[in-house]
C-alpha cells in the first residue's frame, strides 16, 4: 500500500448498525497511519464532505445530487435494498393517506430520507403533510402524528407500539418504481480524485474487500454489534441481509430516477445525471 505521510486521508463512515459488514471488518484489519476514519450520522458526513472537511466516505445520496461536480462515485459501493430496509421507515398515528395537513417529525440525520418521505406521501399518496425537522425522540414526537426515523433510532422503534402504521420507505420506492433504492453512496472529492487517484483505488479496493469479507462472517459480526441498538442478533441478521453495499446497474437506474423526482422538486442539480464514477 502506498502510504502518503504528508497527507491525512479523511474517511467518512456512518455510524450506525448498517455499515457493520464493511466496517467490522475494516477495524480490525492494518491500514497506512494516514488513513483516519470519521464515524458520524449521514448528515453530519454530508457537510463535512462538503465543506472539504473529508475526502470521501459514505454520505447521503442526496449529497451527491446536490454537488455532483464536485464529487466522483466509488463504483459498486452503496448502503440500499432491492425493498424492505427495515430501517427507514415513516411511523404514523394514523393511515399514511390521511396525513394531508397533519404534523410529520422528520429526523435530520439523512438528506436522502428527508426528500425520499416526502417524494412517497406527495408524489405517490398524493398528501402534503406540515413537515418539520428535530429530534424524534424528544417531546416534538409525542405531538406529531407522523414520524421519519432512520438507522438505530428506527430499529428501536419497530419494536415499540407507538404508532398503528409502520411504512418501510424504500419497500414503498420498491412497490411504485419497482426498482431498489439508494440510500448511501461512497463519494470522493473530484480534487482529492486528482491528486491522489493511487490512493483512492487502494481505499475502494480495501472498502471492496471488507464488504466481502463482511458477508462471510455476517453472524458473527451481529452477534458483536446487536447489543447497540439493542436487538437479538437473529434480528440482526435478518435485518442485515437485507441491506446491500454494491452499485449494480438496476441501482444506478434507481439513483438516476430518485434524482429526476429530485431535479422535478427543484432540489438537485441536472448535473446529477448522468452518474459520474471514479476511473481506476
Not at 492494518?30 to 476514519?37: D, I, L, T
Not at 411511523?91 to 410529520?104: A, I, M, N, W
Request: with cysteine; aromatic share 10%; hydrophobic share 40%.
Amino acid at each position: 500500500m502506498v502510504d502518503n505521510k504528508e497527507n491525512n486521508v479523511r474517511i467518512g463512515m456512518v455510524n450506525f448498525i448498517n455499515t457493520a459488514p464493511i466496517y467490522e471488518t475494516w477495524k480490525k484489519r492494518s491500514h497506512p497511519a494516514n488513513w483516519q476514519v470519521v464515524e458520524a450520522p449521514p448528515s453530519t458526513l454530508n457537510q463535512m464532505l462538503a465543506d472539504g472537511e473529508l475526502d470521501l466516505g459514505f454520505v447521503s445520496s442526496y449529497e451527491y445530487g446536490v454537488r455532483p461536480k464536485e464529487y466522483r462515485i466509488l463504483p459498486d459501493l452503496s448502503i440500499s435494498a432491492n425493498g424492505s430496509v427495515g430501517s427507514v421507515f415513516l411511523f404514523s398515528r394514523v393511515d399514511p393517506q390521511l396525513l394531508d395537513g397533519k404534523d410529520v417529525l422528520l429526523s435530520g440525520q439523512s438528506e436522502t430520507s428527508i426528500a425520499l418521505v416526502q417524494i412517497i406521501l406527495e408524489n405517490f399518496y398524493k398528501v402534503k403533510p406540515k413537515y418539520k425537522v428535530g429530534d424524534v425522540s424528544g417531546k416534538n414526537a409525542a405531538s406529531s402524528t407522523g414520524i421519519l426515523a432512520i438507522g438505530d433510532e428506527a430499529l428501536r422503534l419497530v419494536a415499540s407500539k407507538e404508532f398503528a402504521f409502520k411504512l418501510d420507505l424504500g419497500e414503498v420506492w420498491c412497490r411504485y418504481t419497482d426498482l431498489p433504492f439508494v440510500f448511501a453512496v461512497c463519494a470522493v472529492r473530484e480534487e482529492f480524485c486528482l491528486k491522489h487517484p493511487e490512493v483512492v483505488k487502494e481505499i475502494h479496493q480495501e472498502f471492496l474487500y471488507c464488504r466481502g469479507e463482511g458477508r462471510q462472517h455476517l453472524e458473527s459480526i451481529c452477534v458483536k454489534v446487536a447489543p447497540r441498538i439493542p436487538m437479538h442478533p437473529d434480528e440482526c441478521y435478518v435485518y442485515l441481509r437485507a441491506i446491500e453495499y454494491d452499485l449494480g446497474e438496476r441501482k444506478q437506474m434507481a439513483l438516476e430516477k430518485y434524482y429526476g423526482y429530485l431535479i422535478e422538486r427543484g432540489e438537485v442539480s441536472s448535473d446529477s445525471v448522468p452518474l459520474q464514477f471514479f476511473n481506476e
